[in-house]
Each structure stands twice: as structure tokens, then as C-alpha cells.
Nanobody, 124 residues
Framework: VQLQAYGGGLVQAGDSLRLSCAAS????????MGWFRQAPGKEREFIAS????????NYADSVKGRFTIVRDNAKNTVYLQMNSLNADDTAIYYC??????????????????WGQGTQVTVSS
């Protein structure tokens, strides 16, 4: 499956942003999906995951209550709604797809396919 992440940009602290990840090439519903991020000089960090059905979601403690992951299987797209952004959220955000595994899927090595990343910069 090919993944295309988009929607990043430069925002101010306290703003909201919605990232999208469009999938193509295979049956989207076969995949559990996740979002990760990587800040300069840091390791890639799990943000959120969602099961193929959308019924099960998981979040990193750092974003719980501020970020929401949802998916629209009819549009082959997974979204990450980010609210109350702060400077610590500045990173490149990646979407990823995992097949044949069970959520929560918080490790990067559990995912089979990755998007190219979209930059989110939050100015304080």
C-alpha cells in the first residue's frame, strides 16, 4: 500500500491542525493505521493508532486528550486531528500501515508501510 501524508504546516501555539494520510494500492480496510513523529535529534515516537474498523484507538500519553485519530474507509484515509498544539509537537509526522497485527501497535517495527512525512512546526 502507498501512503501519502499531508496537511502539515506552520502554526502558533494553541492552534489546531488536521493531518491526512491517503492510502492507495491495496484494500485499506486490511490495515491498522498509525501516526508517528520525529523531531530533530530524537527517535521516531508513537503518537496514535487505530484498528482497521476504527473501533479501537490508542494514544501516547503526550498527546492524549489533545489529538484524535479517525479513519474513513470509504475514502481510504486516516486523519490526525491535533488541538492545543505546543512547541514540543514540532516534528515530521508520518503515517504507517500494519497488516495482520493487533492494535495498539506502538512500535515502529510493527508497521509494514510508511508515508513520506509531513512537517508540523509550532511557534511559541
Amino acid at each position: 500500500v502507498q501512503l501519502q501524508a499531508y496537511g502539515g504546516g506552520l502554526v502558533q501555539a494553541g492552534d489546531s491542525l488536521r493531518l491526512s494520510c491517503a492510502a492507495s494500492g491495496r484494500t485499506f480496510q486490511d490495515y491498522n493505521m498509525g501516526w508517528f513523529r520525529q523531531a530533530p535529534g530524537k527517535e521516531r515516537e508513537f503518537i496514535a493508532s487505530i484498528s482497521w474498523s476504527g473501533f479501537s484507538t490508542n494514544y501516547a500519553d503526550s498527546v492524549k486528550g489533545r489529538f484524535t485519530i479517525v479513519r474513513d474507509n470509504a475514502k481510504n484515509t486516516v486523519y490526525l486531528q491535533m488541538n492545543s498544539l505546543n512547541a514540543d509537537d514540532t516534528a515530521i509526522y508520518y503515517c504507517a500501515a500494519a497488516r495482520g497485527r493487533i492494535v495498539p501497535l506502538i512500535r515502529a517495527d510493527e508497521y509494514d508501510y510508511w508515508g513520506q512525512g509531513t512537517q508540523v512546526t509550532v511557534s511559541s
